[in-house]
């Protein structure tokens, strides 16, 4: 075909790069001959990279646009910007993987930094001591510690416990400690060495309660035969059942208790039980008031009324007692083996300080192994979260006990970790506590203790970013992945939708 019979040609033939099959009224149209025009002076490049073109153009004329597809469209579109941010992103954060190797590290000793507030221990009281597992003491004096006396309660001034107050207390503190099964120790009548309980500690039993009545008995005693069915009707009544009010109108209640001088002579001997029946009413102190009026419900209600009006009931509880606490700062270096190291009472100078009966509450400001700073240099080599939350698991947190002979206990597992081509290592540790109970006859000082053992694994983190190459490849594959998958669903639409269409058509 001639162009205005110029001397260029236009071919239609299989073999050309813009060969499509048209009809031939198409071919009549102006801008079929508005097309590109391939001359045969064309140079060989040209011609090559036509014949090489595997991405072929149709004439818009040729295609036909419809609302599905263009909805298709810019679905297709958002997802290729969304997946495209999302690629990008996943490209320039830095990403890790982890491994687990045996300790190369072949350092004798490892430095301990520490930051810890004692809330109700001054600082001349305070004793730190350092042991390896052992039992040797690394450090013995205190030339990298700093002592700062604090304010732990602002305006608060600490007192010293009375003898009286000490005593409540730990009385106090043993009702709230005991089981099931020593509750119904305490609570049993001493009427028989030979039944299910142990009977050991009377004292215990008549200091369990507020107010404890018991009635001293002998079986041989004629007078306490005769009383017995009185004492069993007014236990009935009155033993947890009735209430009581003392000298400041605070309500009480009476335990009943039997004792039977006979299977347990020794201790009705120690008590100085002369006569037979004896009540007595105990108080929580220990102290008691004999009954001495006749024998009658009536009458042992009204003692009772009485000499519980007559009480007052002495209040404690647990306080600061001093007026300042202390915190200290420092660092030391531990052989690579388990230990602990301890904050604790001691006494200093003249002034008598009963360390069993010390607060050893605590806030730790900061407690990390290594190079003080590892939890910011790891920060800026952008280690993954939750390694970092290791690094220092216990700062910022209180430990607090409410009662005497406890302390709060710390055990700490400690792994090495490294970056790859970095030749700093920093220590992640795992923390769990507990509050140790002691015991009152040992009158051991309690303890903050820090429990340490080191792990023979390390962690060994490798940077694991994707290269360029993969991100490119990654990228392509998901675009190209959307865009087909938007266009095959596209079709599938358009075709659905003409298909039933047409079948709507014929049926009307």
Excluded at 75 to 100: D, H, M, P
Excluded at 406 to 429: D, I, N
Excluded at 478 to 487: A, K, P, Q, R, S
Aim: aromatic fraction near 12%.
């Amino acid at each position: 075909l001639k162009r205005g019979g110029g001397e260029e040609v236009r071919v239609l033939c299989y073999g050309c790069p813009h060969f499509r099959r048209v009809s031939p009224s198409y071919i009549g149209r102006a801008d079929f001959w508005r097309t590109p025009v391939y001359t045969m002076s064309s140079s060989g490049l040209a011609r090559t990279l036509v014949n090489l073109d595997q991405f072929r153009v149709v004439s818009r004329d040729l295609t036909k646009g419809t609302f599905t597809g263009g909805a298709f469209t810019a679905i297709a579109y958002a997802l290729l910007l969304l997946l495209l941010l999302a690629e990008i992103g996943s490209f320039l954060r830095k990403n890790y993987q982890t491994n687990i190797v045996m300790d190369q590290n072949e350092d004798e000793l490892i430095q301990i930094n520490f930051d810890i507030m004692m809330f109700d221990l001054p600082c001349k009281y305070l004793k730190i001591g350092v042991w390896d597992k052992f039992g040797e003491e690394r450090i013995n004096g205190t030339e990298d510690f700093h002592y700062i006396p604090v304010d732990h309660k602002g305006q608060y001034k600490g007192m010293a416990y009375t003898k009286e107050e000490i005593a409540l207390l730990e009385q106090s503190d043993t009702v709230t400690d005991v089981t099931d099964t020593e509750k119904k120790e305490l609570d049993a009548d001493w009427s028989s060495s030979s039944d299910h309980f142990k009977h050991q500690d009377f004292h215990a039993a008549v200091t369990f309660h507020e107010f404890t009545l018991v009635n001293f008995f002998a079986e041989w005693c004629s007078h306490c035969r005769k009383f017995s069915p009185m004492w069993n009707e007014a236990a009935g009544r009155i033993s947890e059942k009735m209430t009581f009010h003392d000298g400041d109108g605070r309500e009480a209640t009476v335990k009943m208790l039997k004792m039977n001088c006979v299977d347990f002579q020794g201790k009705c001997q120690e008590e100085k039980i002369q006569a037979f029946p004896s009540l007595r009413l105990y108080k929580r102190d220990g102290t008691f008031e004999q009954f001495q009026q006749k024998r009658s419900i009536e009458n042992i209600i009204e003692f009772i009324t009485t000499t519980i009006r007559n009480s007052h009931l002495m209040v404690a509880k647990h306080h600061a007692m001093f007026d300042q606490g202390c915190q200290v700062q420092g660092r030391f270096k531990v052989p690579r083996v388990p230990g602990h190291f301890s904050l604790q009472a001691e006494a200093h100078g003249d002034v008598a300080v009963n360390p069993a009966m010390t607060n050893v509450s605590h806030s730790v400001r900061h407690l990390s192994f290594g190079f003080p700073d590892a939890k910011g240099w790891a920060e800026r080599q952008q280690i993954p979260r939750d390694m970092l939350k290791h690094i220092q698991p216990l700062d910022g947190k209180d430990f607090t006990v409410e009662r005497f002979h406890e302390a709060p206990q710390h055990y700490l597992k400690v792994v090495s970790t490294r970056v790859q081509g970095k030749s700093e290592v920093f220590y992640q540790m795992t923390h769990t506590d507990r509050t140790r109970k002691l015991s009152k006859e040992s009158q051991k000082a309690p303890q903050a203790r820090f429990t340490y053992d080191f792990s023979p694994m390390s962690v060994v983190v490798k940077d694991k970013s994707k290269r360029w190459y993969e991100f490119l490849t990654s990228l392509f594959a998901i675009l190209g992945g959307t865009f087909t998958i938007m266009e095959l669903t596209s079709g599938a639409v358009e075709t659905v939708s003409t298909t039933v269409k047409e079948a709507l058509g014929k049926a009307n």
